[in-house]
């Protein structure tokens, strides 16, 4: 048929739905339509009834309860990562993590959660202490988070070895390097 919105499995009196939580049911010979719809939970509670729904709900009516915010934004906000697209891109690629669990930009982060991240070349450690709204100055978002890093790895003292923007060294301020970093010459 043409105009039927059935697909092929689907039983009579049923037809294709976007929305997980409202059932559509009609008498028999009748069209399906708005008599007889009613919602699939038993309190008829919307979403938040159905199980496994919070996770996969984008409607944010039964959310508002919720007490976390995504890990990218969080990121973003406490100033550890200079864009939300860097941030997302780092929990894509499985740089960071939520108590030891990989996360998705979209994972929320809760108040006492810690964040293990590896961001800028350095692993970063550091537990959630508040959930700014937005982006904030460095002074608050330093009382956001409480730092449990590492600390940096000790730089090369000879990294900087001879005059600046005296360029590439030569071959035998090679070997001296090498020689003063215990490298065999």
């Known amino acids: 048929m043409a105009g039927d919105d059935r697909g092929p499995l689907q039983p009579e009196g049923e037809r294709r739905r976007s929305t997980p939580w409202i059932r559509f049911s009609a008498p028999a010979g009748q069209q399906p339509g708005g008599v007889g719809v009613e919602l699939a939970g038993e309190q008829a509670g919307g979403p938040a ?7 996969a709900c984008r409607c944010p009516c039964h959310h508002r309860g919720m007490d976390g915010t995504r890990i990218d934004r969080w990121l973003w906000a406490v100033r550890l990562v200079k864009t939300r697209s860097l941030a997302a891109q780092a929990c894509r690629a499985g740089h960071v993590l939520i108590n030891g669990g990989r996360a998705k930009p979209a994972a929320p982060v809760r108040v006492g959660d810690t964040v293990r ?12 202490a508040r959930l700014p709204g937005s982006r904030v100055a460095a002074e608050l978002a330093a009382a956001c988070l409480i730092d449990r890093s590492p600390p940096p790895p000790p730089r090369d003292p000879l990294a900087g070895l001879g005059p600046p923007g005296a360029g ?3 071959k035998r301020d090679r070997r001296q390097l090498d020689r003063a970093r215990g490298r065999r010459a």
């Open 49 to 55: 009834d159905l199980p496994g729904c919070r996770a």
């Open 117 to 128: 991240a590896r961001l800028g070349g350095r692993e970063r450690v550091v537990e959630v």
């Open 168 to 170: 590439r060294p030569t």
